[in-house]
């Protein structure tokens, strides 16, 4: 089965820091590009991070320097470690296989005080 499952998401106080993983399976860890989105109440969903089979990484400008995409091959697992965090990254976050168009079934990110 092809799938992506998301995990480590939960409430945090402004300044805070979470790490998301998302567990994924070898033949779709495979893939060129690995991403995180993440969707508001309201908004569309909109690119995070992404990260190459190379390494190459990329960030909106919302979250650089804040956001840190990253992989374990060994773990078939990619990473979004937030720190730094603000009440406007509140968001559902998901994982993305864009080779494959597979989403994870998201996880919800509250920054609140």
């Known amino acids: 089965q092809v799938q992506l499952v998301e995990s480590g998401g939960g409430l945090v106080q402004p300044g805070g820091s979470l790490r998301l993983s998302c567990a994924t399976s070898?033949?779709?860890?495979?893939?060129?590009?690995m991403a995180w989105y993440r969707q508001a109440s309201g908004n569309q969903r909109e690119l995070v991070a992404s990260?190459?089979?190379?390494?190459?990484?990329s960030y909106a400008d919302s979250v650089k320097g804040r956001f840190t995409i990253s992989r374990d091959n060994a773990k078939n697992t990619v990473y979004l470690q937030m720190n730094s965090l603000k009440p406007e990254d509140t968001a559902v976050y998901y994982c993305?296989?864009?080779?494959?168009?597979?989403w994870g079934q998201g996880t919800q990110v509250t920054v609140s005080s």
């Open positions: 993305y296989a864009p080779q494959y168009t597979v």
């Open positions: 070898g033949s779709i860890f495979s893939s060129f590009v």
């Open positions: 990260i190459s089979r190379g390494g190459s990484t």
